[in-house]
């Protein structure tokens, strides 16, 4: 019965405490912005200070040799990836030359696009593009070995 009145006696200060503070809390709530423009400042990310002609051009260069990386990974990924493809197409031409000559094409064809959108929907496209042609090979090399060991056993 003790441990019960000395816990309401704790709940009580404590509720007396929160009382007179109850005023100081609310206005640590009003402290926030007056206007919607205030709230706007303080919440929304704001641009960045804008840059020299020097500067800006600089980080348009920095982002032009990462994505010149880029295409040129992915066009050497191609040739890495053609090198698999030795069997003839119908005209009798390696579907290896075939590919490659697609591929060499397609970047000529965008060599002068300066639309970063663009350029990264291309990247994504033709990684998408090889990783698929992979798959689909590996998965017809299984078949085919699965067919021999079936076929043999």
Not at 67 to 87: C, G, H, N, P, Q
Request: proline share 2%.
């Amino acid at each position: 019965m003790i441990g019960k009145v000395l816990l309401w006696r704790c709940i009580r200060q404590q509720v007396a405490v929160n009382r007179t503070s109850l005023f100081s809390m609310e206005r640590l709530l009003h402290d926030g912005p007056d206007t919607v423009e205030e709230l706007l400042d303080r919440h929304i990310v704001k641009k960045e200070k804008s840059l020299d002609d020097d500067e800006e051009e600089l980080l348009n260069r920095k982002k032009l040799i990462s994505t010149r990386r880029e295409v040129l990974s992915l066009y050497r990924d191609i040739l890495r990836a053609t090198r698999f493809f030795t069997w003839p197409d119908s005209r009798g031409i390696l579907w290896r030359d075939v590919l490659r000559e697609n591929a060499r094409k397609e970047f000529e064809q965008a060599k002068f696009e300066t639309d970063p959108e663009i350029v990264i929907k291309l990247l994504v496209g033709g990684r998408e593009a090889v990783h698929s042609a992979l798959d689909k090979l590996v998965d017809k090399q299984r078949k085919q070995i699965d067919k021999e060991r079936g076929g043999s056993g």
